[in-house]
C-alpha cells in the first residue's frame, strides 16, 4: 500500500528532459502510437485531461517492463476526478468573462483608433497572469490523480501547493523550455512534430514520476526490510 506524505519536492529541470528524451528514443514506437490515441481520445469531450493522465500511465507500466496495450489510453478509471476538474476550469473561464461582458459593448462605441481602454488591458494582463499562477501551483495535480490515484480534486489541489513550494519559478521555467522544443518541431515541419510534442509529454511523466517518488514510501516494502533485519 502506497502512502502519500506532501512536501515539497525537489524539482530536476534538466533531468526531466534528458530522461524523457532517451526513454522516448528508446522505445519511440509504442509511445507515439500511444501518443496519437491519447490525441484521438482528447477528441471525446470532457476527456482530454483523462487521456493525457492514462498516457502518464502508460508510460509508467511500460518503463517497469510490463505488458502494455492501446487499451491503456481508453481506461475511464479517473475518468470523475478530471470530470470535475474540467468542470471547475469551464466554471473558471465563465466567472473571467463576466467582466468582458459589461466592458465589451462600452467599447463598441469608442473610436478604433484610439485604442481598446487602459481597464480593459489591466484586467486581461491580470487574467493572464492568474491563470498562470493557478496552472503553476496546480503542475502536480495531473500526477497525483493518475498515479498517485488521489480520486478528490480538493485534495489534489491541497498537496500539489505543497508540492510546487519554492519551486514555481523552476516548473515555468521547465514549462518555457520543453514548451519553446515543442515549439521547434512546428517549424521543423511534419517529421519535427513526431517527436518533439510527444517528449513534451514523456518529460512531463518524468517530472511526474520523480514527484510521486519523493513523496510516497511503499509500508509492505518497508515492512520486509525491517523484518530482514
Known sequence: MMKINAKPVNFKLGEYISNGYEFLKSNFG?????????????IIPFCGLLAIGNFYKYCRDLRAGKQVSAGDIFNFDDFMPYFILQLILIGGIMLIYI??????????DRDPSAGPPAFFMVY??????????VCLKGFYMPALI????VTDVKTAWNMSLIMGKGNLLSIFLYSLVIGILAQLG???CFIGLIFTLPLLYVSH????EDAMQQITHDEIQEIGTKNEF
Open 124 to 133: 486581461i494582463f491580470v487574467i493572464y497572469i492568474a491563470i498562470l499562477i
Open 146 to 149: 493518475s498515479l498517485g490515484r
Open 205 to 208: 511523466y518524468f517530472a511526474y
Open 186 to 188: 512546428i517549424i521543423a
Open 99 to 108: 467582466p468582458m461582458i459589461f466592458v465589451l459593448p462600452s467599447m463598441a
Open 30 to 42: 509504442n509511445l507515439f502510437g500511444a501518443f496519437l490515441l491519447t490525441m484521438l481520445m482528447s
